[in-house]
């Protein structure tokens, strides 16, 4: 698979890199500049928002397909990225951790039992991410199908960690995912590219990666 890869010099892209070294890196975008030794087949970013316009325009030089891990983007950037999936297979994830996606599943069939319990959500990032709350723990809201509290932290060097924490009179229920290394979300990535690469033009979460392109709610 010949992919493109926007933020090469990141701690993210140096992590791509590591993941995909049996695939070829033919393109690369970054604040110098842009590298180009081919067609990539996938673009892949984990960038900044402000990257998003640049590589939209080389996923539609290319007519490739996109896996986009890029956080703290706005609704018109995602209307955007939605309407590249009319002619390109894209696969967007605020989070391209297994387990995490695993998490979503759990809460949107069981978060109804807790109903009538109070429920509140911590995130734990490194110091140097910008946006609060995480996109995962707006995904983990959004799942959970309620309101809850979200308390952001910004400490260390925190790959990612969130829990959702339930109680009542009595009791306290809690949930926790933690990302000991970056290389999970590499590897997620990774996993999406190469469906992304064989996949038709449309908008896929990594549940759907998971779950074998299957849509769900």
Excluded at 21 to 47: K, N, Q, R, W
Excluded at 71 to 97: L, P
Excluded at 122 to 149: F, M, Q, V, W
Aim: aromatic content about 8%.
């Amino acid at each position: 698979m010949r992919y493109g890869l926007v933020g090469v010099s990141g701690r993210m892209g140096a992590e791509i890199r590591k993941a995909f070294a049996s695939h070829e890196l033919c393109y690369t975008l970054d604040i110098g500049g842009e590298t180009c030794e081919g067609t990539p087949e996938v673009m892949v970013d984990f960038s900044l928002p402000s990257a998003l316009g640049a590589t939209l325009d080389a996923v539609r030089r290319f007519s490739c397909a996109l896996v986009l891990g890029t956080t703290g983007i706005t609704g018109e950037q995602m209307d955007e990225v939605r309407y590249a999936a009319r002619t390109s297979a894209v696969v967007q994830s605020f989070n391209f951790a297994a387990g995490v996606t695993l998490f979503k599943m759990i809460l949107r069939e069981f978060g109804p039992l807790f109903a009538d319990w109070d429920a509140e959500m911590s995130e734990i990032h490194h110091n140097r991410k910008k946006d609060a709350p995480s996109g995962t723990a707006i995904l983990l809201r959004e799942a959970l199908g309620r309101d809850c509290p979200i308390h952001s932290l910004r400490m260390g060097g925190v790959p990612g960690d969130h829990t959702v924490s339930f109680a009542n009179e009595g009791e306290v229920f809690t949930l926790t995912h933690r990302a000991i290394s970056r290389s999970v979300f590499a590897l997620g990535a990774l996993r999406a590219a190469e469906f992304a690469a064989g996949a038709k033009p449309g908008f896929y979460s990594f549940e759907e990666v998971l779950t074998c392109g299957r849509k769900t709610s």
